[in-house]
């Protein structure tokens, strides 16, 4: 049972347009959610996170929006830049300090920057 | 600054030989994981570590085994490989203390013949 779930297999936007990633979970324990970003041979680097007690969380070129009633959340990166071209991992831990900061990652989206 | 270093990077293995993914921290962070990534399916916790001399199972652990004997370092044993472990393994760490921010290494890339 996939809990974290990232429907979009791929993204392919145009330079300087916005680029919208989502994911959607199944668990209502979650209470913390991260962006995980993954360049080809190389391990995944943390990129943005948001606690479910805000609704939106900002860093520059992107921004986290978090939809608890509908328990789904998405990563806006505006403008997008040919270097964001990667792989990027949703991911949710929760249940409190029994949960040992344990991540579950959604399946990967790949993005295509295209110049 | 090196963080977390897994050896070796890639390995190939036939069906039945054993062996051991080493992962490395320097960052005395006391919370350690390992991860397969296989296509389709995300990244999986296969085991995890809240500190030296403690292990637990995460989400797909048969097969599998891990120590950590000290703090820095987390050890994955295959003791039998089978095909269906050929996979790209990643080693992850992070404070106890400072948020859900994972470390990860650059992966191991094992295929099982």
């Known amino acids: 049972d996939q809990q974290v779930k990232q429907n979009s297999p791929s993204l392919s936007v145009q330079e300087g347009r916005i680029s919208i990633l989502n994911c959607d979970y199944t668990?209502?324990?979650?209470?913390?959610f991260l962006w995980y970003k993954k360049y080809p041979a190389e391990g995944p680097t943390f990129l943005i996170s948001?606690?479910?007690?805000?609704d939106k969380n900002e860093d520059g070129r992107f921004t986290v929006f978090l939809n608890k009633s509908a328990k789904h959340l998405s990563l806006h990166i505006v403008p997008s830049q040919p270097g964001d071209s990667a792989v990027y991992f949703c991911a949710a831990s929760g249940g409190g300090g029994t949960s040992y900061g344990k991540l579950t990652f959604g399946q990967g989206t790949i993005l295509t920057v295209h110049p | 600054n090196a963080g977390v270093t897994q050896t070796p990077k890639f390995r190939v293995l036939k069906t039945g030989q054993s062996m051991t993914l080493l992962c490395a921290q320097d960052?005395?962070?006391?919370?350690m994981y390992w991860y397969r990534q296989d296509p389709g399916m995300g990244l999986r916790l296969i085991h995890y570590s809240v500190g030296e001399g403690t292990t637990a199972k995460g989400e797909v652990p048969d097969g599998y085994n891990v120590s950590r004997l000290k703090k820095q370092n987390f050890l994955l044993g295959l003791e039998s490989a089978a095909p269906s472990q050929t996979s790209v393994y990643f080693c992850?760490?992070?404070?106890?203390?400072?948020?859900?921010?994972?470390?990860f290494g650059s992966g191991t890339r094992l295929t099982v013949v």
């Open positions: 992850a760490s992070r404070s106890h203390t400072t948020g859900y921010g994972y470390t």
């Open positions: 668990n209502s324990m979650f209470d913390y």
């Open positions: 948001i606690s479910s007690i805000k």
């Open positions: 960052m005395n962070h006391e919370y």
